[in-house]
């Protein structure tokens, strides 16, 4: 069901919609850290330019942990199939 939630993003109240409130108030908070942090360093940029660089900080961050899952995702997988096989030779024993 989705429910209205609303939020404040760079000093700007937004009424959003979703199926998960929670998760609505986080993601307007990570936007919103990331349009304030911008605001004082980019005082002479529009606001379009703001929420831009923004957007690309956040993409960055989700790129870079979903390499990070990546490379951890595959060394778990080397060392589960090292203990598979470490355990079909004590079996063999």
Avoid: H, W, Y
């Amino acid at each position: 069901m989705s429910t209205q939630v609303k939020v404040t993003i760079g000093g700007k109240e937004f009424t959003l919609r979703g199926d998960d409130e929670q998760k609505l108030v986080r993601a307007a908070k990570e936007v919103d850290d990331q349009i304030r942090a911008l605001q004082s360093g980019m005082m002479d940029q529009s606001t379009q330019m703001q929420a831009i660089v923004a957007a690309l900080n956040l993409a960055e961050q989700k790129i870079s942990a979903e390499e990070t899952l990546e490379k951890e995702s595959l060394l778990l997988s080397s060392e589960l199939e090292n203990m598979a096989t470490f355990l079909r030779e004590q079996l063999k024993k």
